[in-house]
């Protein structure tokens, strides 16, 4: 069974930072896709950032230039470097890897728990 850890939400003033990471584990062979989605109350959960295993990374609009997305294929960890944080970037953050091989499945959708990222004005 494949599970995703989260960790390094928290509370932040406009303009501070938070990472965030995020470590799959279980009998993984290949992860082709991880990322994050967040999902504010009230609203539809949204794509962030996410990054294939060859390097090739998606931004929302809303957070080009301040976020960044990272990843360590071995470890099978996806990062989320958030800069200059915004009171509208509060939602809770969700890790997602997808397209993940196991050696019992295979093109499996995981997500995680969620982190709550909450930016103060």
């Known amino acids: 069974q494949v599970q995703l850890a989260e960790s390094g939400g928290g509370l932040v003033q406009a303009g501070g930072s938070l990472r965030l990471s995020c470590v799959a584990s279980?009998?993984?062979?290949?992860?082709?896709?991880m990322g994050w989605f967040r999902q504010a109350p009230g609203n539809e959960r949204e794509l962030v950032a996410r990054?294939?295993?060859?390097?090739?990374?998606n931004y929302a609009d809303s957070v080009k230039g301040r976020f960044t997305i990272s990843r360590d294929n071995a470890k099978n960890t996806v990062y989320l470097q958030m800069n200059s944080l915004k009171p509208e970037d509060t939602a809770v953050y969700f890790c997602?890897?997808?397209?993940?091989?196991?050696?019992?499945?295979?093109?499996?959708?995981?997500w995680g728990q969620g982190t709550q990222v909450t930016v103060s004005s």
């Open positions: 997602n890897a997808d397209g993940v091989i196991t050696r019992a499945q295979q093109n499996l959708r995981v």
């Open positions: 990054l294939t295993t060859g390097g090739n990374p």
């Open positions: 279980g009998s993984i062979y290949r992860i082709n896709t």
